[in-house]
């Protein structure tokens, strides 16, 4: 997959310089373009275009209802990360 990628351009590979057995893999710059041109740009200017009709008040509120969203959320995770895991059926 490595030789196809490289041959479209899109990656590069070298030799790592600390570890001989290694090679460094990087994305060209050409991939790069590709991701925003063809992925993210279009994501953004949608976006831009989908916010312009709120005004700062209501963009205010937005915000804080996401923020006030993510901490609930990151509560939540770090509360099921805390339970035990349970035990195998019959594992006693």
């Known amino acids: 997959m490595l030789d196809r990628l490289e041959k ?13 057995l290694k090679v460094v893999v990087r994305a060209t710059a050409l991939v790069t373009q590709k991701v925003w041109v063809e992925i993210y740009e ?3 200017e949608e ?3 989908d916010i312009a009709g709120y005004t700062a008040a209501e963009l205010d509120v937005v915000s804080e209802y996401l923020r006030r969203g993510r901490e609930l959320h990151e509560r939540h995770l770090n509360r099921v990360r ?7 059926p019959g594992a006693s």
């Open 8 to 20: 479209l351009g899109y990656l590069t590979r070298a030799p790592d310089p600390d570890d001989r």
């Open 42 to 44: 279009p994501l953004v």
């Open 47 to 49: 976006g831009f275009d």
């Open 82 to 88: 805390r339970m035990r895991p349970a035990e195998p």
